[in-house]
């Protein structure tokens, strides 16, 4: 549960809107954050942040489901589990619950670094849940390592996925755009044919 300065989440800012309708229900907390951050972070009141509503979106992920509240409404404590009192904004867990190695990728490693692919590799791995393979690399970004955490962005620029990579910034630089069979023609050697492993891939 979450205590904030106001009944909860708002479809607009109800401090500059007289008709900003209270959302009793989330169900898709990701779409929803993303809405959010695309229009005014006053829609979740003064009392929430993006940070703030990252990690109801984690709890979300994680199984755990929500509820934002006002703190300053007295014995809302007690409400909140009246079933007959609607009280604050109700976000419900995922249907699909991440699991707990998805969920460390995804909420709790700091990426080193990015990766930019083409519209294939981003619908191949969004629908149909495929790894991620160098020929659909366009580009790489920061200087990390072998194993480590990087963010997934498509050719607008944003986020997809994150996951762990098989090869270095370096390595991936050598070998964007090709297909694996001249991986270790360019390399000299082939770890994976995968940039990133779907079992080490999460879509956000």
Request: hydrophobic fraction near 40%; include cysteine; aromatic fraction near 6%.
């Amino acid at each position: 549960m979450v205590l904030s300065d106001v009944e909860g989440v708002y479809d607009k800012d109800p401090q500059a809107y007289a008709d900003a309708q209270l959302i009793p229900l989330i169900t898709a907390a990701k779409g929803l954050r993303q809405t959010i951050e695309g229009q005014s972070l006053s829609i979740v009141g003064t009392g929430e942040s993006r940070p703030s509503w990252a990690r109801r979106e984690e709890a979300a992920a994680a199984g755990i489901p929500t509820v934002i509240a006002s703190g300053l409404q007295s014995g809302i404590l007690g409400k909140v589990f009246e079933e007959e009192t609607v009280v604050g904004t109700l976000i419900l867990a995922e249907a699909t619950r991440l699991t707990s190695r998805k969920h460390w990728i995804a909420y709790n490693l700091k990426p080193a670094g990015e990766i930019v692919v083409d519209q294939g590799a981003h619908d191949a791995v969004v629908r149909k849940g495929k790894s991620l393979l160098p020929s659909g690399l366009k580009e790489v970004r920061g200087g990390f390592g072998v194993g480590e955490c990087v963010r997934c962005l498509d050719s607008d620029g944003r986020e997809f996925a994150r996951g762990l990579v098989n090869y270095s910034a370096q390595e991936l630089n050598q070998i964007k755009g090709l297909h694996t069979s001249r991986i270790e023609k360019m390399l000299g050697y082939k770890a994976y044919e995968e940039i990133i492993h779907r079992d080490d891939l999460v879509v956000l």
